[in-house]
């Protein structure tokens, strides 16, 4: 099982992404949580890529990839994966292709998540994320039981930086710009899946399966 995530930021990747991974045993590879990672350990990935993130650009491809062909390699792969965040621009795409080819592998499914321009900001301007086991809250949709404290872990729920109202216009301007081409690039393949990423989380969850079992949505 070889998917890939595609949706604009706030369309509930993430959030799909952790679900379906548990559900079928396979990790999820999280370009942003990756990177973020990196920043905070200060590694010279890391500190090269903030300046990127902070302004809601896309990290130059050559790191991105660099990262997902490592992490392709890792043990944990060999029963499939979640790409969530990656690809998003065709020259990443065309490297993923490569990359799995050389395996003797290739992406089953492109679930693309479609959510209109208002709900992803109200999406992301609440968005919550626990600082110690990575679990998604949103303010409103979502919330924890106990304000500012994760349900499961007990963990600090922090915003991200680049979730403020600023940086996200320009992260769906580059979202429309660079990534949205890829709808076409996998319509070509015909492995792409669209959902409607409104509803609650296991509605869409529901959908996706179905989209993955019947292989058309
Ligand atoms: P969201 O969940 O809101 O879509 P992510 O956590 O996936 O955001 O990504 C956060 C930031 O990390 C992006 O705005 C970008 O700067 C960087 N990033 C993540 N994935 C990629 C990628 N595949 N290519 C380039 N930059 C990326
Ligand atoms: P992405 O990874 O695509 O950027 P997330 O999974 O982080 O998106 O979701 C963005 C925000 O929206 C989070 O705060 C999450 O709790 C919330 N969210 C996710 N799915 C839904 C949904 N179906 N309805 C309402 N809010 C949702
Ligand atoms: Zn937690």
Redesign the pocket.
């Known amino acids: 099982m070889n998917l890939i995530l595609l949706g604009?930021?706030?369309?509930g990747?993430?959030t799909q992404a952790k679900i379906l991974a548990k559900k079928f045993d396979i990790p999820q590879i999280?370009?942003?949580?990756i990177?973020?990672g990196a920043v905070k350990e200060q590694s010279p990935m890391g500190i090269k890529?903030k300046g990127?993130?902070d302004s809601?650009?896309?990290?130059?491809?050559e790191v991105?990839v660099g990262i997902v062909k490592e992490r392709l390699t890792k043990p944990d792969c060999s029963k499939g994966f979640i790409l969530?965040?990656?690809?998003?621009?065709v020259i990443?795409a065309d490297a993923l292709k490569l990359t799995l080819g050389d395996m003797g592998k290739a992406i089953e499914h492109v679930i693309s998540i479609v959510v209109d321009k208002e709900e992803l900001l109200a999406r992301?301007t609440g968005r919550r994320t626990c600082r110690s086991c990575g679990k998604g809250y949103h303010l409103s949709f979502d919330p924890p039981k106990k304000v500012g404290v994760c349900d499961e872990c007990g963990g600090e729920l922090f915003q991200r930086d680049?979730?403020s109202e600023a940086t996200m216009r320009n992260?769906l301007d580059?979202y429309e710009k660079q990534t949205a081409p890829l709808i076409d690039y996998y319509g070509h393949d015909s492995l792409l899946r669209t959902i409607i990423g409104t509803g609650s989380i296991d509605e869409i969850k529901q959908n996706i399966l179905t989209g993955i079992k019947d292989g058309t949505v």
Do not use: H, N
């Open positions: 604009p930021p706030g369309a990747k993430g999280s370009t942003g949580d990177l973020r890529a990127y993130m809601g650009s896309l990290v130059p491809d991105v969530d965040g990656f690809p998003r621009t990443q992301i680049d979730d992260r580059v």
